[in-house]
């Protein structure tokens, strides 16, 4: 019994040195070396400006955009400024991303509608100020990509049109030619030789211009009334095309595919004069931008040692966002929130 007492002892004392010891030797770790994320310290970051710069500011298309952008700097506590010129003016585009250069801001994003403005991009990286193309890349040396694929979006938007016209017809496709606008066209145009028997009568420049776009589509149509559908590539064909079908009395009799989810085209879905629309994820895209060039300043991710320093780029090239597909079944879940 007393040599019983004397081991129970004896493994008692042994557990409680285990104990001591694992709690005293566990070497000590340090997040940036182990390669983890370190949650930040609270830090006032108000300094911080992060633009948005795109083009054709002044069209409905932007709203998602913006309140993308505004969602951020709430939750950052940082600066978010929305920019562009008012119509398709890559000179201007171009002045006001120099100009945001000169003035230092923490990070930008830019929609690169036309390839001109690459040597802008390339200038704000050499400066030390992170860019990131949005909805339309452009071959710089910009930090990365983020939106759509537009000739999936073409795609996509062609597989509904053939739904629409059962596989066959004549079509007339809008737009306007910047790089993004001209890759949705062509996924149109390839989807439907591949798949369809559609003929594409005409592809027309519609100039993204909702005040313009009523006449464009109406000429196109008197030129041809043997048109069974038409396809608008941007966001300010729809409205543009409805307009010009109410006008011509022809509203509801040819099938209609546009783009986007402006609150002034959404009426147009609801009474059957545009049957669905292709729509982009705006202000996801524009939310994670600010949130990657955020994190890209701010050291907030850190999976390679130095690797700002060494000129590693650890972030994304690309990142797809995919679209939405609004009809008649669902428009009403599109309408923003006043």
Known sequence: MKTKRIL???LAGLLLLSLVGCGTTAPATDSAAAGTAAAPAAADYSNQEYVYLATVSTVPYWVDGQAGIQAAADYLGVKCTFLGPTDNDVTKQIQQ??????????????????????????RAIAAGIPVICDNSDVASDRLMFTG?????????????????????????????????VLAREQGYIDYFAENTD?????????QADPSKAP?????????????NGIIGTDGDSGKGIAQALENAGLAGKIKVVCMDRNEDMLPYIENGTIDASVCDKAYMCAFFGVNMLFWYNNDIVNPIQGWKEKGINPMFNSVDSGVMVVTKDNVSDFYHNS
Do not use: R, W
């Open 148 to 180: 759509f694929d537009g000739h999936s979006m073409g795609e996509t938007g062609g597989a509904v049109m053939a739904d629409l016209l059962g596989g066959k017809g004549k079509v007339i496709i809008g737009g306007f030619p910047s790089e993004s």
């Open 8 to 10: 129970c002892a004896i």
């Open 198 to 206: 559609i003929e594409v009568l005409d592809v027309i420049n519609d």
């Open 215 to 227: 006449e464009v589509y109406a000429q196109a149509l008197a030129a041809h009334p043997d048109v």
């Open 97 to 122: 991303l120099d100009e945001l250069v000169a003035k230092g801001v923490a990070g930008i994003i830019v929609y690169g509608a036309d390839s001109a403005i690459a040597e802008s991009i390339n």
